[in-house]
């Protein structure tokens, strides 16, 4: 099964620069889409940046932050300039994948896979 791994992040200054990184482990049989979202308790989650061919952005990191996806590392990247206090908080890795599904007797499909990394910590101190 398709995994994500997180890494990057941690401790910045407002004004500061980090990138947080996500792989998929695993071989699913496509990439859709690769972003970073807001998961805030009881509430839908939050967009921060998306890639899905194109980049999608929350409107309060257009301009500061930049998505981009290595297809052959199967890793996206989100460069995270001028950071705000604001800015703290945890962010999810999202992916949706194309995995395949083994029915048995030999039938397989490839099914959507909609995967979540375990969530990189970003603290901007003022």
């Known amino acids: 099964q398709a995994r994500l791994v997180e890494s990057g992040g941690g401790l910045v200054q407002a004004g500061g620069s980090t990138r947080l990184s996500c792989t998929v482990s695993g071989n699913p049989a496509r990439i859709d889409t690769m972003g970073w979202y807001l998961r805030p308790p009881g509430g839908p989650r939050e967009l921060v940046a998306s890639?899905?061919?194109?980049?999608h952005y929350g409107e309060s990191v257009k301009g500061r932050f930049t998505i981009s996806v290595d297809k052959a590392k199967k890793t996206a990247y989100l460069q995270m300039n001028n950071l705000k206090p604001q800015d703290t908080a945890v962010y999810y890795c999202?992916?949706?994948?194309?995995?395949?599904?083994?029915?048995?007797?030999?039938?397989?499909?490839?099914?959507?896979?909609?995967?979540w990394g375990q969530g990189t910590q970003v603290t901007v101190s003022a």
């Open positions: 999202n992916a949706v994948l194309s995995v395949p599904k083994d029915y048995g007797s030999g039938f397989v499909e490839n099914v959507r896979h909609d995967a």
């Open positions: 890639y899905d061919g194109r980049t």
